[in-house]
């Protein structure tokens, strides 16, 4: 193909360009510096001219494209300004003027000549597949804060993209540095592709896994989790290719293959600790032959519990309210009545409530389970101020200590099923 008048005029421009910048190292170096190593001058003269008009272009372009974002409030050009894909851009600039100087500098000098020409083609592979991971990621970006049904296509997509992007962006990387078509590569992987898989089985199982963990950002090192395949739960102290060791809380390692991080269920509590709250979610397990209706000493009796004191209050006033078309009120079943048990779960809330040590800000509830063998469950469900292990026990501990004991004031019996079975044995 023949340069066409725009590209000779660039080309002489870059050759006379070439030459003054020549003629003036030697005027400035010649007398003092080995004439031997005036080309590394003019070579390392170029690179850091390159690289510093690199600079200057990312912060001149780069800020212009950023208040050009703020400006448009464009929510696809904020997403590609984020995710550097301007800045990407601009980095082909550089690459290109390299190239196009080439021919007039380093194409001049034997052993550059050659590795320039290569180094050129492996800056183009890698910033391409720079730019179709920044491009993917901030597509992925915007498509999840439209929180439908496409996300998770959309993501899956992507990351398939990037998967194949990368396999031939190594084939073309590998064919440049060893100076063979990749086409040759592709027929050499396709004959071995029967042994590779037999032998680096797990070892490719692993690559992907570590692709898709890394991908998906679901599990790092440091990370708190239960794998419920091996029922291993610990701190995640390495991920290689084949294994991933897992710090036991009782200081023993655990190993498991990578692939079974994502093949198999993991909860990962990162997310807990990171938020500094943690669950509580446990049951106190009640003799249903202890509920009873409140009478008006029961009720009395009630009146003294400062947390509940008002509640019972309001609450007679409107079963009194409600209760006055019954007919036969000696008879404490006929109409509305409150129940120890009841009162009780209400006792349980507003004490919880009461508790400094728990969130006022995440769910609090104290619900009836259904019934079994052992008795009726009341469920605690809650969530402490604190992710710390020590004082979250410590926490639940008193919570229930103090429910236990409470309980009695409420003529409440707690299911203990070895004394129920006891019992029963004996009548």
């Not at 970006?141 to 049904?149: K, P, V």
């Not at 007679?316 to 509305?336: A, H, P």
């Not at 236990?404 to 019992?423: C, G, M, N, V, Y």
């Amino acid at each position: 193909m023949f340069d066409t008048p725009n590209k000779l005029y660039s080309n002489k421009y870059i050759s006379d360009l070439a030459k003054m910048v020549r003629n003036q190292i030697k005027e400035w170096f010649g007398d003092t510096v080995n004439k031997a190593f005036l080309p590394f001058i003019e070579v390392f003269t170029w690179i850091g001219a390159l690289l510093l008009l690199d600079f200057i272009l990312q912060k001149l372009f780069g800020g212009m494209f950023g208040l050009i974002a703020k400006k448009l409030n464009i929510n696809w050009v904020k997403k590609f300004y984020r995710h550097k894909v301007f800045r990407t851009l601009i980095h082909f600039v550089t690459i290109n003027l390299l190239e196009d100087i080439n021919p007039y500098v380093f194409q001049r000098y034997h052993g550059i000549d050659k590795f320039m020409e290569k180094f050129i083609d492996l800056l183009y592979i890698l910033l391409i597949l720079r730019l179709i991971y920044r491009v993917i990621d901030a597509i992925i970006d915007i498509n999840d804060e439209r929180e439908n049904h496409t996300t998770v296509g959309v993501r899956t997509f992507g990351q398939m993209i990037k998967i194949f992007a990368s396999f031939f962006g190594i084939i073309y990387f590998v064919a440049t540095l060893i100076d063979t078509e990749p086409k040759q590569i592709l027929a050499v992987l396709g004959a071995l592709t029967a042994v590779v898989l037999l032998i680096f089985r797990d070892s490719i199982l692993g690559f992907v896994s570590g692709l898709q963990i890394s991908t998906s950002k679901t599990i790092k090192v440091g990370d708190w989790i239960s794998v419920s395949k091996y029922q291993i739960e610990g701190v995640v102290k390495e991920i290689n290719l084949a294994i991933t060791k897992i710090e036991n809380f009782n200081k023993t390692i655990s190993t498991v293959p990578t692939y079974d991080l994502i093949a198999s269920e993991v909860t990962n509590y990162t997310t807990m600790v990171d938020s500094d709250t943690r669950r509580i979610k446990r049951s106190i397990v009640f003799n249903a032959n202890s509920f009873k209706f409140c009478d008006e000493e029961l009720l009395k009796r009630f009146k003294k519990i400062d947390l509940i004191s008002s509640y019972i209050q309001i609450k007679e006033d409107e079963l009194k309210e409600s209760n006055q078309s019954v007919v036969n009120k000696d008879f404490i079943i006929n109409g509305r009545q409150l129940t120890n048990i009841g009162v009780f779960r209400i006792y349980a809330e507003n004490y919880l409530m009461s508790r400094a040590d728990v969130s006022k800000t995440d769910k609090l509830v104290v619900r009836q389970k259904e019934q079994t063998l052992e008795g009726m469950p009341l469920e605690i469900y809650c969530f402490t101020t604190t992710s710390d292990f020590l004082t979250y026990e410590r926490t639940q501990s008193d919570i229930f200590d103090h429910l236990i004991s409470a309980s009695k004031e409420f003529d409440l019996e707690i299911s203990q099923p070895f004394l129920i079975h006891q019992r029963n044995d004996k009548t």
